[in-house]
């Protein structure tokens, strides 16, 4: 299996300030992506990040609120900018990778903004 | 794009009993179809996938049933154990790499002992 690694698992944050989560996979992966989960709710995608071009945003999600960046092949950041309360979900890296090639999740950076 | 919706919301049952969520989804173009569980506070994690050209799969006490005239398809959970209790979430997918996938709402089992 692939094995993600993301960090912080949990923040707390005023409103206003930006957060960068941090994601880590234990193999090189063409795409990385970028998923929301409010409390309680499913899973939302933001964005797919490809190394050497721009990342992909879904309908709803823009670059200047969540900048992502993929510097290499095994990691990519996202950042919840000008946060507001309404950003306080969990927020999760996910690959394809693994010997069967599904997708995995990482555990979540759980984001509470005051 | 495509829309997945999933029933229950919850669900409740005895040991020992099964467990059936279905799901729906939009776009004739999806292919893959995984199932997702997800434990309080942890990451969702892979029990069960289908592809189109596929109208059954099981593993063990799992199954998952596809009719893609109808585009649905369904989790069936066999002699159900505490341990189950869990949210599972459906998904659909297209492409040749099944990269995007779209989740539905969720469904919160509740096994009682």
């Known amino acids: 299996s692939a094995v993600i690694s993301q960090k912080p698992s949990r923040d707390i944050c005023q409103r206003g300030t930006s957060l960068t989560i941090q994601c880590q996979v234990d193999?090189?992966?063409?795409?990385m992506f970028w998923y929301r989960q409010q409390p309680g709710q499913s899973l939302t995608l933001i964005a797919t990040?490809?190394?050497?071009?721009?990342?992909?945003?879904e309908s709803g999600f823009v670059i200047d609120k969540f900048p992502i960046s993929r510097p290499n092949l095994t990691f990519s950041t996202l950042t919840v900018s000008n946060m507001s309360p309404e950003d306080s979900s969990i927020y999760l890296c996910?690959?394809?990778?693994?010997?069967?090639?599904?997708?995995?999740f990482g555990a979540g950076t759980r984001l509470s903004v005051l | 794009g495509e829309n997945v919706e999933q029933h229950p919301s919850t669900l409740s049952v005895q040991e020992g009993d099964s467990a059936v969520i279905k799901c729906t989804y939009s776009?004739?173009?999806?292919?893959?179809f995984p199932w997702y569980k997800q434990e309080l506070g942890k990451r969702p994690q892979l029990i069960i996938d289908?592809?189109?050209?596929?109208g059954e799969k099981k593993d063990q006490r799992i199954a998952v049933t596809l009719n893609k005239t109808a585009k649905h398809f369904s989790l069936h959970i066999t002699e159900t154990q505490p341990e189950d209790s869990a949210v599972y979430f459906c998904?659909?997918?297209?492409?040749?790499?099944?990269?995007?996938?779209?989740f539905g709402s969720g469904t919160k089992l509740n096994v009682k002992p």
């Open positions: 193999s090189q992966v063409t795409m």
């Open positions: 776009d004739s173009a999806s292919n893959y």
């Open positions: 998904a659909a997918s297209y492409g040749d790499n099944f990269n995007k996938f779209y």
């Open positions: 289908i592809r189109s050209n596929v």
């Open positions: 990040a490809n190394q050497g071009s721009e990342a992909t945003y």
């Open positions: 996910s690959v394809r990778g693994g010997a069967k090639n599904i997708q995995y």
